[in-house]
């Protein structure tokens, strides 16, 4: 659904907020350094790139070392037990440091939104000074300022249970020049049972298509060359009655510039023949499709809510191979759902060896507090979900071992996206299809697309030599 933006009036306000808290930044470190620790999915990357964006204009610059900084973020996930565990680990780290860099704590991001881990933090957690959530992320430079502004140390909450407005114009910290990732949806309306993050993230909400191909343009103009679309059920983009997401890729395919158009991630559900027609008339929608698959069962996708059927999926993927010939998928994959038995995950195995997917992203079924499934019956032990957990990737490593192997001998286009983080004279890039590839070329390759032929691979690489 469509709806307000924040006023332009609101956003110079926070504008504002950045430049009186610039003031005070520059008073009261020599050199203000902030970290931020960002968890989760892109959406998570895409948010805390915001987040940076703010903070550069308010005068601190970024630093790794969480050990340096004063001012700390955590942008938080709540889509597994694990991933929140993780990160009160982390903020226990802190506890000796924080006085000596008088250091601002800030909590943010998906766990923000959830009632028990505010409780948790008030209860045990007095080293943070700032909590937001995901809908108020706009406001984090008045948080900020009253938090410097402060005489006594109070801590400052703002976390909101209805959905925030989207907003344009703030300032974003790019990581990387050539590529590009833009928000264009946020929210999601399908309930999935294990899932908390129509909880956490709100309904869905569309941004505006004259806003996206701005953006769109302008990183165009400073050299982006790839843009990856980013939403919870990106196919359901609605900003207004008449324009849908099959009408977003085909504006956005006409940009000068814009080389390559991802997106993530599509609801099989909603995977409709306008956006297969756009994608298969295009030579710059990414032909790697990502469509989460969840479970290959009939009857436990009905208990998850996927609003599709085994059957159902397979026909899907059969009408875009047609259309999209060279097309190739990704999948998310839950084991140990609620009640699946072996049957069930047989269902599973099998429509991953039909598949042959490039990549499977995979995941322990983890319960989550207030989602319908924590209510189900037959909760699986855990030494039966790590046993199918580990089938499931020993089979999908050995489907990726022969399409690594595809590769070997082959000339590919690659663009090139900087140098190897362990290796200072080895570049990484990757292939159209996603494919990570290492190579040795000089730094001026940075941002360009160029031939490389593959010359091995190594399970999780490609290697690769400029032709
Ligand atoms: N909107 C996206 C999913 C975002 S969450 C989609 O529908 O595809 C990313 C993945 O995390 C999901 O696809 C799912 O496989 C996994 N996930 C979500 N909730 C989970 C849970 N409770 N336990 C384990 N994995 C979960
Ligand atoms: Fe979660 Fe389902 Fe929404 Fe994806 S579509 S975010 S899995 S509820
Ligand atoms: Fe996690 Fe929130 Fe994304 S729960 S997966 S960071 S939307």
């Given amino acids: 659904m469509a709806i307000n933006k924040v006023s332009q009036e609101e956003i110079n306000k926070q504008f504002e907020y950045m430049h009186k808290a610039k003031d005070i930044v ?96 008030k209860k045990s957690y007095s080293l943070v000074d700032i909590i937001f959530g995901t809908h108020n992320i706009y406001k984090f430079p008045e948080m900020l300022f009253d938090k410097l502004n402060q005489k006594d140390n109070k801590r400052i909450v703002d ?26 949806m946020n929210g999601c309306n399908n309930f999935c049972s294990y899932c908390i993050v129509p909880y956490v993230r709100g309904r869905e909400r569309s941004r505006q298509p004259e806003d996206i191909l701005f953006e769109a343009r302008e990183l165009a103009k400073d050299g982006c060359k790839e843009i990856l679309l980013l939403g919870q059920n990106v196919n359901s983009y609605n900003p207004r009655e008449g324009y849908n997401f099959a009408n977003l890729l085909s504006d956005l395919d006409k940009i000068d510039g814009i080389n390559i158009i991802r997106f993530t991630s599509p609801h099989p559900k909603d995977f409709k023949g306008d956006v297969i027609d756009v994608i298969s008339k295009s030579n710059k929608i990414s032909k790697v499709i990502h469509l989460p698959l969840q479970s290959g069962s009939s009857r436990v996708l009905k208990l998850m809510n ?125 292939t159209w299809s996603g494919r990570i590839v290492n190579f040795e070329g000089s730094r001026e390759l940075i941002g360009k697309e160029i031939e490389v032929k593959i010359v091995s691979q190594h399970v999780w690489y490609l290697k690769g030599q400029i032709i």
């Fill in 159 to 184: 976390v909101w249970d209805i959905d925030g407005e989207i907003y344009e114009g703030l300032p974003v910290k790019r990581e990387s020049k050539s590529q590009a990732s833009i928000i264009i």
């Fill in 26 to 121: 520059s008073k009261r470190y020599k050199n203000s350094k902030y970290a931020i620790n960002t968890m989760g999915c892109k959406l998570n990357e895409a948010d805390s790139e915001k987040i940076s964006g703010m903070l550069e204009e308010m005068g601190y610059v970024k630093t790794e070392n969480f050990e340096e900084a004063n001012l700390v973020v955590f942008n938080t996930c709540s889509i597994r037990e694990n991933a929140e565990e993780k990160v009160f680990g982390k903020l226990g780290e802190l506890k000796n440091i924080k006085q000596q860099n008088d250091m601002i704590i800030c909590f943010a991001g998906c766990m923000s939104q959830e009632p028990h881990v505010i409780e948790k933090i």
């Fill in 306 to 430: 996927r609003g599709y059927t085994k059957e159902e999926y397979l026909d899907l993927a059969k009408r875009i191979k047609e259309k999209i010939p060279e097309a190739l998928f990704t999948t998310d994959i839950i084991v140990g759902f609620p009640g699946e038995t072996e049957e069930d995950f047989e269902d599973t195995l099998d429509v991953v060896r039909k598949m042959e997917y490039e990549q499977v992203f995979m995941f322990i079924y983890s319960v989550r507090k207030g989602t319908r499934a924590e209510k189900m019956e037959g909760h699986i032990p855990e030494e039966v979900k790590s046993e199918r957990f580990s089938r499931l990737k020993t089979l999908s490593d050995s489907i990726t071992e022969e399409i690594m192997n595809k590769y070997v001998g082959t000339t590919q286009k690659v663009l090139v996206e900087g140098e190897s983080r362990t290796n200072k004279d080895v570049l990484t890039g990757r």
